[in-house]
């Protein structure tokens, strides 16, 4: 098994760019989420999925968009990129909801210049 | 505003030294796990404590949720460079959405050979 898979694995953008990272999972995992990870702060929590067709905002959702149109999928977007977003972002994903663990992605470093 | 304390911050041992890096909170949690992660990765679950006073043991790491489910420990016997990483922890709290799950800053170890 692939696990969690994110692409790519770095990337650099301009400020006012959008693009989208990718996360996929093999594991028919329903829930799945985003999060962000910078010095000193710990990951925080961008968006989350329950299952295809459910998304809800994290701790940090502003400039980001999530869609998940399968279970398998679940890509990030950033509409209109800004130096503030630069950081290193981690995909996970869980059988269930109730705090049994994620299994994570090997993330996606995005430098916003 | 709920947060996850972990201390010490950072540790640099010999080969061979036991440890212990504790994970603290106001909160109380169903669910607490923790994570290791190399430069690079991802978090990797190691482990998911769910009852008050809970210890489990992964060979030499032990791990203990605290009896009012508000803190926890891990403690590395006789530390190897292997166990070099960023150790996290990660509570599923009772107030918030059941997706929702609080991560840790994180305690850098380093275990030189």
């Known amino acids: 098994n692939a696990g969690v898979t994110q692409t790519p694995k770095f990337q650099v953008l301009k400020t006012g760019q959008s693009m989208t990272l990718q996360c996929a999972q093999d594991?028919?995992?329903?829930?799945m989420s985003w999060y962000r990870q910078d010095p000193g702060m710990g990951l925080r929590l961008i968006h989350y999925?329950?299952?295809?067709?459910?998304?809800d905002q994290g701790e940090v959702p502003n400039g980001y968009n999530v869609s998940r149109s399968t279970t398998e999928d679940f890509p990030l977007r950033l509409l209109s990129a800004a130096p503030s977003q630069t950081s290193v972002y981690f995909c996970?994903?869980?059988?269930?909801?109730?705090?049994?663990?994620?299994?994570f992605g090997s993330g996606t470093r995005l430098t916003v210049v | 505003t709920q947060l996850l304390e972990q201390s010490p911050q950072f540790l640099s041992i010999q080969e061979g030294e036991n440890l212990t890096v504790y994970c603290n909170s106001s909160?109380?949690?169903?669910?607490l796990q923790w994570y290791r992660q190399e430069p690079g990765e991802g978090p990797v679950l190691l482990v998911t404590?769910?009852?008050?006073?809970e210890v489990k043991k992964l060979k030499r790491l032990t791990f203990q949720f605290g009896d009012a489910r508000k803190d926890s420990s891990l403690h590395i016997t006789a530390a190897q460079p292997g166990d070099t990483g960023l150790y996290l922890c990660?509570?599923?709290?009772?107030?918030?959405?059941?997706?929702?799950?609080?991560f840790g800053p994180g305690t850098s170890l380093s275990v030189i050979p």
């Open positions: 996970a994903s869980s059988y269930s909801s109730r705090g049994i663990g994620y299994t």
């Open positions: 594991m028919n995992h329903e829930y």
């Open positions: 999925s329950v299952g295809a067709g459910i998304t």
């Open positions: 909160s109380v949690f169903s669910s």
């Open positions: 404590v769910v009852t008050g006073g």
């Open positions: 990660a509570g599923h709290s009772m107030k918030t959405s059941y997706d929702k799950v609080i």
